[in-house]
T-cell receptor
Framework: GQNIDQPTEMTATEGAIVQINCTYQTSGFNGLFWYQQHAGEAPTFLSY????GLEEKGRFSSFLSRSKGYSYLLLKELQMKDSASYLCAVRMKTSYDKVIFGPGTSLSVIP | NAGVTQTPKFRILKIGQSMTLQCAQD?????MYWYRQDPGMGLKLIYY???????DKGEVPNGYNVSRSTTEDFPLRLELAAPSQTSVYFCASSYLTGNQPQHFGDGTRLSIL
């Protein structure tokens, strides 16, 4: 079977740091993506991890622990425009690679 | 560069009607995917394709059909539309492997009444 879990909602203050967690149980793990989705729009790519460790990209960082089935997205220096849903997605290596999404975390940034 | 193009953007169907959602990409991507997204939820994989002539079921394939006769096009067919199929449908494409992310279309907002 497969299961991807994220917190439903989070609230953080402008200028602060927030960590969004993702846990997964899947067969044939072959990488983990984070996407950002603003209301009424399509998802856009933020980061990709396939090896354990931290990937940093500007204000956004993503961490992966394959042994624990765990990832997090770290957003620094929060801005109002960061209010969006953040989607964790796992690439599963089955007969063909396929990408399954978690339920998403809705982040609200407040002044 | 158009990327992934979905048509139509909006559609209202009556229960029992059929329709085809169109998806085309011009990036020569091998992989193409169809997802549905219900309000406040994540994306659920309906079907995907790894190349022309090859398709496979995702998490929620019932009530849908797909075909992939060319690299560029991946239409999604709804037969006998039901209210439970009211959703936003996203098409995406990507290269075969590695860190290549999915590129998404703008979505089709479908209501079944």
């Amino acid at each position: 079977g497969q299961n991807i879990d994220q917190p439903t909602e989070m609230t953080a203050t402008e200028g602060a740091i927030v960590q969004i967690n993702c846990t997964y149980q899947t067969s044939g793990f072959n990488g983990l993506f984070w996407y950002q989705q603003h209301a009424g729009e399509a998802p856009t790519f933020l980061s990709y991890n396939v090896l354990d460790g931290l990937e940093e990209k500007g204000r956004f960082s993503s961490f992966l622990s394959r042994s624990k089935g765990y990832s997090y997205l770290l957003l620094k220096e929060l801005q109002m425009k960061d209010s969006a849903s953040y989607l964790c997605a796992v690439r599963m290596k089955t007969s063909y690679d396929k990408v399954i999404f978690g339920p998403g975390t809705s982040l609200s940034v407040i002044p | 560069n158009a990327g992934v193009t979905q048509t139509p953007k909006f559609r209202i169907l009556k229960i029992g009607q059929s329709m085809t959602l169109q998806c085309a990409q011009d990036m020569n991507h091998n992989y193409m995917y169809w997802y549905r997204q219900d309000p406040g939820m994540g994306l659920k994989l309906i079907y995907y394709s790894v190349g022309a002539g090859i398709t496979d079921k995702g998490e929620v394939p019932n009530g849908y059909n797909v075909s992939r006769s060319t690299t560029e096009d991946f239409p999604l067919r709804l037969e006998l539309a039901a209210p439970s199929q009211t959703s936003v449908y996203f098409c995406a494409s990507s290269y075969l492997t590695g860190n290549q992310p999915q590129h998404f279309g703008d979505g089709t907002r479908l209501s079944i009444l």
